[in-house]
Nanobody, 115 residues
Framework: QVQLVESGGGLVQLGGSLRLSCVAPGMTFRIYTVRWYRQAPGKQRELVAGISSGGNADYADSVKDRVTISRDNAKNTMYLQMDDLKPEDTAVYYC?????????WGQGTQVTVSS
């Protein structure tokens, strides 16, 4: 079973930036669509951004223009650059890699934005 590993979360002030990373060991990373999700307390998990194996990215309206998703297939790693962070961005962030029947998740990393 593949386990993705996130890092880069933490406490940041309003308007600050964070870069999340997610390593996907032991898989043919380049053929997967990879996504970032988040889940705030008391809310459902929501999609933040995704990038296909071909490099096409899409974003949730709530983060568009503030977030950039990227991937480095040589390192089996995906990233989420988040700028101009707001308190409503506070959540546990999860990375996900999916292809046909294969669906892998990380354990989550906490992002807290203080005002």
């Amino acid at each position: 079973q593949v386990q993705l590993v996130e890092s880069g979360g933490g406490l940041v002030q309003l308007g600050g930036s964070l870069r999340l990373s997610c390593v996907a060991p032991g898989m043919t990373f380049r053929i997967y669509t990879v996504r970032w999700y988040r889940q705030a307390p008391g809310k459902q998990r929501e999609l933040v951004a995704g990038i296909s194996s071909g490099g096409n990215a899409d974003y949730a309206d709530s983060v568009k223009d503030r977030v950039t998703i990227s991937r480095d297939n040589a390192k089996n790693t995906m990233y989420l650059q988040m700028d101009d962070l707001k308190p409503e961005d506070t959540a546990v962030y999860y990375c996900n890699a999916v292809r046909t029947m294969y669906d892998y998740w990380g354990q989550g990393t906490q992002v807290t934005v203080s005002s």
